[in-house]
């Protein structure tokens, strides 16, 4: 492969791999659990302050019992830095995330996600997870919108 074959393949494979965090963040706020396959490897291994998961049956089973008593999370990743070794990957990403309580009350969460990724005949996706907590508030009185 060329330097320009090569600098377009990391390109390709950065920007891909951009899009499967950002992803990552739409399918836990919308719930879009018919695109887990799009994002996970049947086999990824998650760590967050909710658990350990393994496999996307346990994952998604410890997603929707964390996040099925908001009305409404926000998660915005930040500070992506990606770190390529051929068909492996690892990704590192600030993690801020609003969770809508009710109508009178959010809290605030912020952490670092440590992704590792593989390129899978489909693309690349997610094969391990590790979220590292930093802050977490009490619930905040919320405004009126």
């Known amino acids: 492969m060329t330097t320009t074959e090569q600098l377009l393949r990391d390109?390709?494979?950065?920007?891909?791999?951009?899009d499967l965090v950002a992803r990552h963040s739409?399918?836990?706020?919308?719930?879009?659990?018919d695109e887990t396959d799009r994002i996970f490897t049947a086999d990824v291994t998650t760590v967050s302050p909710r658990g350990t998961?393994?496999?996307t049956d346990e994952l998604l089973a410890l997603v929707k019992k964390g996040h099925d008593v908001f009305a409404q999370t926000v998660h915005n990743k930040a500070n992506v830095?990606?770190?390529?070794?051929g068909d492996t990957?690892?990704?590192?990403?600030t993690d801020l995330a609003l969770f809508v309580v009710d109508d009178t009350a959010?809290?605030?969460?912020?952490g670092i996600a440590h992704y590792e990724a593989r390129r899978t005949g489909a693309g690349w996706r997610i094969?391990?997870?590790?979220i590292a907590p930093a802050a977490l508030t009490a619930n905040i009185d919320r405004a009126a919108i």
């Open 53 to 55: 998961a393994h496999g």
């Open 81 to 85: 830095v990606i770190d390529l070794d």
């Open 106 to 110: 959010v809290s605030l969460a912020a």
């Open 127 to 130: 094969s391990g997870l590790r």
């Open 26 to 33: 739409v399918w836990i706020d919308e719930g879009r659990w």
């Open 89 to 93: 990957a690892t990704v590192r990403a």
């Open 11 to 18: 390109l390709a494979d950065r920007a891909e791999l951009a």
